[in-house]
């Protein structure tokens, strides 16, 4: 840098009474820094979520100490929530509908599909909410804004594992056999939770500006839920619909897990691409529009 293009930096700007009271002290006469949003969508300055990483890591670890700070079962409802809902699907679909998977038993088919379903529902939750819910921090401090609803959603992975653990107590106590294929079960979590971020960044933009994302979630979650395999086997959808029912991408991850598991019908070639696929296109769409929206959060929020 020239000495010329230094002092134009060091000069202070002109018609600013700050600055041009006689007297002033050299310090104040220092440079400004003004932190502007992007006129337009270029890189996600992916770098710098890297420097703000022990940031991300702080903002999870206290949303999972806020959610179950001052609770009777603490922990505990990582597991009752799936539990219930695993209830409620034996009584009203295993017994009353009649639909039984070939050699499984329901219960632990239905949880099975419940673990990677809870992991997507509540992590879609917690991201959509995560701007509004922390709008002082988003309006007076900056840090990159995509931490927050990748904090929402990550923050569940705790309860996933707790989740998982019991299901290898239910598997063992089924005495189902476990095989390679576990060890592809991680994967099918981790889309799980890409899903989730997905889908919950775009979501979490459009919540700072109208609130009605926040009503709109819950019963949008019930109906996805029911076209989702969870409570009932692929088997049971006409083969011809398959690709097209592959366009929801928990279709593939649902019964991709309850495959790596259980060992049950995999996942169709066709399903499973269309799913991850549809992951790949929602991720990079998400983050676009969640760019360009950043620029007025503080102003709206």
């Given at each position: 840098m020239s000495r010329q293009t230094a002092d134009a930096l060091l000069e202070p700007a002109v018609g600013d009474p700050a600055v041009e009271l006689p007297g002033l002290p050299a310090l104040a006469q220092r440079p400004r820094i003004v932190i502007t949003p992007p006129r337009r969508f270029g890189a996600l300055r992916f770098r710098e979520l890297w420097e703000y990483r022990e940031l991300l890591y702080f903002l999870t670890w206290r949303d999972v100490k806020v959610r179950y700070k001052q609770t009777f079962f603490g922990a505990?409802?990582?597991?009752?929530?799936?539990?219930?809902?695993?209830?409620?699907?034996?009584?009203?679909?295993?017994?009353?509908?009649?639909?039984?998977?070939?050699?499984?038993?329901?219960?632990?088919?239905?949880?099975?599909?419940?673990?990677?379903?809870?992991?997507?529902?509540?992590?879609?939750?917690?991201?959509?909410?995560?701007?509004?819910?922390?709008?002082?921090?988003?309006?007076?401090?900056?840090?990159?804004?995509?931490?927050?609803?990748?904090?929402?959603?990550?923050s569940f992975a705790v309860d996933f594992v707790i989740a998982s653990a019991l299901l290898f107590a239910m598997m063992a106590y089924f005495g189902r056999h476990f095989s390679a294929t576990i060890l592809l079960a991680p994967v099918f979590g981790v889309l799980a939770l890409l899903t989730a971020v997905a889908v919950g960044i775009w979501l979490s933009a459009v919540n700072v500006r109208y609130r009605d994302v926040a009503f709109a979630i819950p019963f949008f979650v019930q109906i996805w839920l029911f076209a989702t395999p969870v409570a009932y086997s692929l088997s049971l959808v006409p083969p011809r619909f398959r690709?097209?029912?592959?366009?929801?991408?928990?279709?593939?991850?649902?019964?991709?897990?309850?495959?790596?598991?259980?060992?049950?019908?995999?996942?169709?070639?066709?399903?499973?691409?269309?799913?991850?696929?549809?992951?790949?296109?929602?991720?990079?769409?998400?983050?676009?529009?969640?760019?360009?929206?950043?620029?007025?959060?503080?102003?709206?929020?």
């Open positions: 505990a409802w990582a597991v009752l929530q799936p539990l219930l809902m695993m209830a409620v699907f034996a009584l009203f679909i295993g017994r009353l509908a009649g639909i039984q998977p070939a050699g499984v038993p329901y219960t632990l088919f239905a949880y099975t599909g419940l673990v990677p379903w809870t992991l997507f529902a509540q992590s879609l939750t917690g991201a959509s909410n995560s701007l509004v819910l922390n709008e002082r921090l988003v309006s007076k401090v900056y840090f990159p804004r995509l931490l927050m609803p990748i904090a929402g959603a990550g690709v097209l029912y592959g366009l929801n991408p928990m279709t593939g991850i649902v019964v991709g897990f309850r495959w790596a598991l259980l060992g049950t019908e995999p996942p169709p070639a066709g399903t499973l691409a269309v799913s991850v696929a549809t992951v790949l296109v929602l991720l990079p769409l998400g983050l676009v529009y969640f760019k360009r929206a950043e620029r007025s959060f503080a102003d709206v929020i």
